[in-house]
């Protein structure tokens, strides 16, 4: 007998292919997020990293960080100085000019990380606050189990009722 070796969900049933599991989703998106905004602050704060050569580098690069900024802004309170900071110098425009771009694009940089780092120390305690609110979905057999029981209360209350 061969056993498949598709992937399984937690609920047993095989998981459409290039798909993973419900239940590991979590944790890869959090841990491919973080990872790619380190990558990306790294582009632009590591030594060994060039500076970008052209007006289009810096705009994609800033595209990046902003993006980064959005997706780190929903894991931490309004309120946190530290996504303010990253928040307002992400609605500023990149600067004309060689020198002033890629400045901007350093601070950008810096308040990204910072930020990523905030998001290490308060994001846990938000992810489990909205874990905490998802609602509860019930599974389609219990879903019609529901509906047949109710159509035989209705079934029994009519069938109970005297005709005139």
């Given at each position: 007998m061969r056993l498949s070796l598709a992937p399984r969900q937690a609920d047993g049933q095989r998981a459409a292919p290039g798909r993973k599991a419900r239940v590991t989703d979590e944790p890869v998106r959090r841990r491919d997020q973080a990872t790619a905004t380190a990558e990306t602050v790294a582009l632009v704060l590591d030594e060994e990293s060039p500076l970008p050569?052209?007006?289009?580098?810096?705009?994609?690069?800033?595209?990046?960080?902003?993006?980064?900024?959005?997706?780190?802004?929903?894991?931490?309170?309004?309120?946190?100085?530290?996504?303010?900071?990253?928040?307002?110098?992400?609605?500023?425009?990149?600067?004309?000019?060689?020198?002033?771009?890629?400045?901007?694009?350093?601070?950008?940089?810096?308040?990204?990380?910072?930020?990523?780092?905030?998001?290490?120390t308060c994001g846990s305690h938000r992810a489990k606050q909205q874990r905490g609110r998802c609602r509860w979905t019930p599974r389609i057999n219990v879903l019609r189990g529901t509906?047949?029981?109710?159509?035989?209360?209705?079934?029994?209350?009519?069938a109970s009722v005297p005709r005139t």
């Open positions: 050569e052209t007006a289009a580098d810096v705009e994609d690069l800033a595209r990046r960080l902003r993006g980064h900024i959005d997706q780190l802004g929903v894991m931490v309170p309004n309120e946190e100085p530290a996504l303010r900071h990253a928040q307002q110098l992400g609605s500023a425009g990149v600067p004309d000019g060689y020198v002033p771009s890629r400045v901007y694009l350093v601070q950008l940089a810096k308040a990204t990380r910072e930020l990523a780092a905030t998001v290490g509906v047949f029981a109710l159509a035989l209360a209705c079934l029994v209350l009519a």
